[in-house]
């Protein structure tokens, strides 16, 4: 013997042969039949957005990210001491002392609005050096080495090949 088919009972409910589902009757609702309204999906999403924010300002790495910002700022300061030597005439010279930086021969207006400290009372300039900046078109290529105390093993690299500006490299 075999079982009987379900019977549609109503217009909108529909039961196709061999489904073991069938459309809910008349007035129940979604919220009955257990699933999760809009509110709660946009509460659980929210909370993961926090959390991931969270984790990944917490895993940001302090001591590349203070190397990288003064090493984006140095080559802008280069940039501009370069562009002011051409405009003004006269050769102008870059040194790294213990309390931070200097440009030499700029206008006292000039060198008044450059500053002479780093962001970071622990950045540092590997080596000594002192970049020539101008006033040819052409400088030549030259290069300066910046690290910072908390990551010595840390180092980018400031420099130009003479023609073109300024750029930050990591060092390999």
Request: aromatic content about 6%.
């Amino acid at each position: 013997m075999k079982p009987a088919r379900p019977q549609a009972r109503a217009t909108t409910e529909l039961a196709l042969p061999g489904c073991w589902w069938r459309p809910p009757v008349g007035g129940r609702r979604a919220a009955a039949q257990g699933g999760f309204t809009l509110l709660e999906l946009l509460v659980v999403i929210s909370i993961i957005a926090l959390a991931t924010a969270g984790v990944g300002i917490a895993m940001r790495d302090s001591g590349q990210t203070l190397i990288e910002r003064e090493a984006a700022r140095l080559a802008a300061l280069l940039e501009s001491a370069r562009a002011q030597s051409r405009a003004s005439g006269t050769p102008v010279r870059w040194r790294a002392d213990a309390r931070g930086f200097r440009f030499e021969g700029l206008a006292p207006s000039a060198q008044a609005a450059l500053p002479s400290q780093w962001l970071d009372a622990g950045t540092t300039v590997r080596a000594p050096t002192v970049l020539v900046l101008g006033p040819e078109p052409l400088i030549g290529p030259q290069q300066v080495f910046i690290t910072h105390q908390a990551s010595p093993d840390r180092t980018l690299r400031v420099a130009t090949d003479g023609v073109r500006p300024f750029t930050v490299e990591p060092v390999q």
